[in-house]
């Protein structure tokens, strides 16, 4: 059974940080492409940033140069460290990997961990 769980959300003030994770089980991580998204309450999912299987990352504009997301293949762990975090981040926060396997795209979503900025 593949299971992503993403965790490291919480409550942080504005200028704040936090580092979410995503573990994945049941897949070779290493294989999969990880992508973080968002979704803010009555707006739709929006993708923050990405990390393919050789480490490279791209990002959306507003998350350049703030949030920055890596991999630890040992582990079947993505992270997304967030800095400098404003209100309008607040959002449900997802992981979503997706690769090629024997010739099969396969693609999994985590349950999401809740990321609150306020003061």
């Known amino acids: 059974q593949v299971q992503l769980v993403e965790s490291g959300g919480g409550l942080v003030q504005p200028g704040g940080s936090l580092r979410l994770s995503c573990a994945a089980s049941?897949?070779?991580?290493?294989?999969?492409?990880v992508g973080w998204y968002r979704q803010a309450p009555g707006k739709a999912r929006e993708w923050v940033t990405s990390?393919?299987?050789?480490?490279?990352?791209v990002s959306e504009d507003s998350a350049k140069g703030r949030f920055t997301t890596s991999r630890d293949n040992a582990k079947n762990t993505a992270y997304l460290q967030m800095n400098s975090l404003k209100p309008e981040d607040t959002a449900v926060y997802y992981c979503?990997?997706?690769?090629?396997?024997?010739?099969?795209?396969?693609?999994?979503w985590g349950q999401g961990t809740q990321v609150t900025v306020s003061s």
């Open positions: 979503y990997a997706v690769g090629i396997v024997a010739g099969i795209r396969n693609d999994y």
């Open positions: 049941g897949i070779i991580f290493s294989r999969y492409s």
């Open positions: 990390i393919d299987t050789e480490g490279n990352t």
